[in-house]
Every structure is written in C-alpha cells, then in structure tokens.
C-alpha cells in the first residue's frame, strides 16, 4: 500500500508540475493560482495568503504584480477601512481563461497518444481520485 501510494503522489506531482510549468508561460505557476482563487469570490490579501499558503508579504508581492499588470483590482474593504479587497478584472478574467484553455490543450495533445480503453481507465482513475481527495 505504502508504495502505491508513494508512486500516485508521485505520478500526481509530476502531471502537475508539467501542465502548470510547460502549458504556458503567460504567468507563472503562483500568480494563475491566486488568479484562480478570485475567480470564485474577492477576497482580502491575508484570506488569499491563508488559501495559497504563504506568508503575507509573499501574497503582496504576488498582489503587486497582477495589480501593476492590470488583472487584478484592490478596492477598499466595504467594512473594515484598513483592509482592502481583491478581485479580478475582466483582463485578468480573459488571461485566466487562455492559461485554462491552454493547459487542456497540453493534456489533450498527450491523451491522443492513448488506447481508447487508456483513456477509459483514466476517466475511472479521475473519479477515484476525486473521492480520495473529497474524504
């Protein structure tokens, strides 16, 4: 058990490694990923830190520049004065949207290379490991 599970986390890591870093070079990896979190919802700088897991100076580095590039706006927080708000605009919208698009386009290009009853099983393995890491 010790060993499939090593090897999955492995695999798990290496697919994620490759689709982030070779599908697009539009921005790194942490800026589509604090990108990602506001597409859901504004947030403040500290929840998205907490999110990311970094530290806060790290986050307002990582605000600044999307910030300075346009694909995020920082309004002041409707309750808290001292607090602002983050969220995306539509640039930053429309640049997460190519990275996406792109990014399939990457996993598209190797799943073509697969059997038919290949990327059967996979289709199997995405569902088991949807309720592995829902427990």
């Given at each position: 058990?010790?060993?499939?599970?090593?090897?999955?986390?492995?695999?798990?890591?290496?697919?994620?490694?490759?689709?982030?870093?070779?599908?697009?070079?539009?921005?790194?990896?942490?800026?589509?990923?604090?990108?990602?979190?506001?597409?859901?919802?504004?947030?403040?700088?500290?929840?998205?830190a907490?999110?990311?897991?970094?530290?806060?100076?790290?986050?307002?580095?990582?605000?600044?520049?999307?910030?300075?590039?346009?694909?995020?706006?920082?309004?002041?927080?409707?309750?808290?004065?001292?607090?602002?708000?983050?969220?995306?605009?539509e640039?930053?919208?429309?640049?997460?949207?190519?990275?996406?698009?792109?990014r399939d386009?990457?996993?598209?290009?190797?799943?073509?290379?697969?059997?038919?009853?290949?990327?059967?099983?996979?289709?199997?393995?995405?569902?088991?490991?949807?309720?592995?890491?829902?427990?």
């Amino acid at each position: 058990m010790t060993s499939l599970a090593s090897d999955l986390r492995i695999a798990c890591q290496r697919v994620s490694r490759r689709v982030r870093f070779e599908s697009s070079a539009e921005l790194p990896p942490h800026q589509v990923s604090a990108l990602s979190n506001l597409r859901k919802r504004s947030l403040t700088p500290g929840e998205l830190a907490e999110i990311e897991r970094v530290s806060a100076p790290s986050m307002t580095k990582t605000v600044n520049c999307l910030v300075d590039k346009g694909l995020v706006a920082r309004v002041d927080h409707p309750d808290d004065g001292r607090s602002k708000m983050l969220s995306l605009t539509e640039d930053g919208r429309a640049v997460l949207d190519r990275i996406r698009r792109a990014r399939d386009d990457w996993m598209v290009r190797r799943l073509k290379g697969l059997t038919k009853d290949e990327r059967a099983l996979l289709g199997e393995a995405v569902q088991i490991l949807q309720r592995v890491v829902a427990e």
